[in-house]
C-alpha cells in the first residue's frame, strides 16, 4: 500500500477529511503482522473552531493560537499524528492537516477491516459480536489495530508520530465519489455543533452509531 503524502494533509481539514474518505489506515504491528481498514468516516477540526483543542487558548499579536500547552501538536507537520485519551480510557488518532505553523487536524472515526481481522477481532473484548463494531468508532478502531494505549497511560507512543510513513501510516485507496459522502454535524460536542464537519460514506454498515451533536441538543431542548 502506498502512503499519502505529506501534501495531501497540508491542505484545508475540510479538505483532507473529505479526501480521506476511502483512504487506507495501516498499522504494521510487530505482534499481529498487517492490519488495514478502509476509511468511511473523519471530522475535520480548524484553528477557529470552538471545538478545536486549544481554541481559547493563549493568543499572540496576529490573533492565533500559539504553539505552547495541549494544542502544541496541532502545529506540527501536515501528516503528523495527534493522539489523545478520551473518557479517561479511550485513545482516538487524529491527522495533523493544513501547512505546518498553521493549526488544524482530522479524526479519523471509523473503518472497515480489510486485512488483519482475526488480529483485530482478538484485540478487542470477547463481548463483541457483530462485526461492524470491530472499528465503528474511534476508540474502538485504535484498540483494533493494537495502537491504543492501557488506560492509565497519559501518553500515547505513536502521538508525533509520522502517519505518511510505516509502521502506522495512511494510503491510497479508492476514493469516494462526491454523491456517496454525507456530511454532518460532529459527534459528542458542545461546542462548534453547528458546524457540518463530520464527513462519512452514506449508508457504510460500519460509520459510528453516535448521533450527531446539533441533533442531540434540539431533542434534549424540545424535551427540556
Request: charged share 25%.
Amino acid at each position: 500500500m502506498t502512503p499519502l503524502s505529506r501534501s495531501f494533509f497540508a491542505r484545508s481539514a475540510l479538505q483532507v477529511a473529505h479526501d480521506l474518505l476511502g483512504a487506507h489506515l495501516v498499522y504494521e504491528s510487530p505482534e499481529d503482522g498487517r492490519l488495514a481498514g478502509r476509511i468511511v468516516e473523519t471530522e475535520a477540526y480548524l484553528a477557529d473552531d470552538p471545538a478545536m483543542h486549544g481554541w481559547k487558548a493563549t493568543f499572540g499579536d496576529d490573533g492565533r493560537v500559539m504553539r505552547k500547552g495541549r494544542a502544541a501538536g496541532l502545529f506540527a507537520a501536515p501528516g503528523t499524528a495527534y493522539v489523545y485519551k478520551v473518557y479517561y480510557t479511550h485513545w482516538l488518532l487524529n491527522v495533523v492537516t493544513e501547512p505546518e505553523g498553521e493549526a488544524g487536524a482530522v479524526l479519523v472515526r471509523a473503518v472497515e477491516p480489510i486485512e488483519g481481522e482475526e488480529a483485530m477481532a482478538a484485540n478487542r473484548p470477547a463481548s463483541v459480536r457483530r462485526r461492524r463494531d470491530l472499528t465503528n468508532g474511534p476508540g474502538k478502531l485504535t484498540q483494533a489495530f493494537g495502537i491504543a494505549e492501557a488506560p492509565d497511560a497519559t501518553r500515547s507512543r505513536f502521538h508525533g508520530a509520522d502517519l505518511t510513513t510505516p509502521p502506522l501510516f495512511l494510503a491510497e485507496g479508492t476514493p469516494v465519489a462526491d454523491d456517496a459522502v454525507e456530511t454532518t454535524s460532529r459527534i459528542g460536542l458542545s461546542r462548534g455543533i453547528d458546524l457540518d464537519y463530520r464527513f462519512l460514506v452514506a449508508g457504510h454498515p460500519f460509520v459510528s452509531p453516535g448521533e450527531p451533536s446539533d441533533v442531540r441538543v434540539a431533542r434534549k431542548t424540545k424535551r427540556g
